[in-house]
């Protein structure tokens, strides 16, 4: 059967669609336009054909796999960039993390930390042997003046923190790490359960002056922006301190004795008192690397 033709030149409307049918044309030879369908009520229309999308034209040689994948890789540099140009603008006028650990008072303040805990620790791990093996107390006794220490510090933690309001942090921190320190000589008097009672009570006494101001003091002396990076230092001055006494201080009281051994701890304690001092020093002094604010410490106080 020979195809069929059209004699017209005019345009064949089917709804919205225009479909132009050229004269003398086969109707098996139409090429329409792209058609839209014509979907069920509430629903949207869909086109037959769907056009590229990413930015890059049908047909176009940037239309490879290879070529696509490098279009998609660009944006991403692009917006990675973006990223970045903004982090550097929020950023801007503060520090860097290098110029941070260049700052030799962050040093001060961690030898004066780690002193500090070497003090402290002393008191919770070797002061119990030497008390058992030297001087023939017994764990239970121990047990009982270990348990006044949380005692006290419940009952005149906030009274003393209202008693020494008037004195500077970093005379707080010097005189208690100095009195933590100094507690042990009564050992070298007497080494009666008394005396084990007042060095308890000395040490409390320290601990409890000291600890407040040690928790600020880092963030007194902290840039702008990287409190953090001095918090994180001042945390690992605690596992220092507690690793030294059982390496250091067992050893050194085999070889000098009990006496050698305290006096070995207060000269810990003075090492750190000296420590805060300096560090406060180094603070105020003019072209350091920053002016604390507020002041790590304003004189010894009234």
């Not at 320190?181 to 084990?196: D, N």
């Not at 918090?231 to 006496?259: C, K, N, Q, Y």
Request: aromatic content about 8%; some cysteine.
């Amino acid at each position: 059967m020979p195809p069929l033709h059209r004699t017209d030149a005019h345009p064949q409307v089917a709804g919205n669609d225009r479909i132009v049918v050229p004269a003398r044309e086969p109707l098996g030879r139409i090429h329409p336009q792209p058609l839209t369908k014509r979907p069920p009520f509430g629903r949207q229309p869909t086109t037959l054909r769907v056009p590229h999308t990413d930015g890059i034209p049908p047909g176009s040689r940037t239309a490879s796999p290879r070529r696509h994948h490098a279009f998609k890789v660009s944006k991403t540099l692009k917006a990675t960039r973006t990223v970045v140009q903004i982090t550097k603008n929020k950023q801007a006028g503060t520090r860097p993390i290098s110029a941070v650990f260049g700052d030799i008072r962050l040093y001060g303040l961690m030898l004066a930390t780690i002193s500090a805990w070497t003090v402290i620790y002393t008191y919770e791990t070797v002061l119990p042997i030497v008390l058992s093996q030297s001087h023939g107390l017994s764990p239970s006794d121990w047990g009982r003046v270990y348990a006044l220490g949380p005692a006290l510090v419940v009952l005149f933690q906030l009274r003393i923190a209202r008693w020494i309001v008037g004195f500077s942090p970093t005379f707080c921190l010097a005189a208690g790490t100095i009195l933590m320190g100094a507690a042990f000589l009564t050992l070298m008097i007497q080494a009666t359960l008394g005396a084990v009672l007042v060095l308890t009570l000395a040490f409390i006494v320290g601990n409890m002056i000291w600890g407040p101001a040690s928790e600020q003091a880092a963030l007194r002396l902290a840039p702008e922006g990287h409190q953090g990076a001095y918090l994180g230092v001042m945390s690992s001055s605690i596992w220092l301190g507690s690793a030294l006494v059982p390496g250091l201080g067992l050893p050194l009281r085999e070889h000098f004795g009990d006496t050698g051994l305290w006096i070995a701890v207060l000269s810990i304690a003075l090492l750190s008192a000296a420590s805060y001092l300096l560090t406060n020093r180094m603070a105020h002094t003019p072209g350091s690397y920053r002016k604390v604010t507020p002041p790590f410490g304003k004189g010894v106080g009234r």
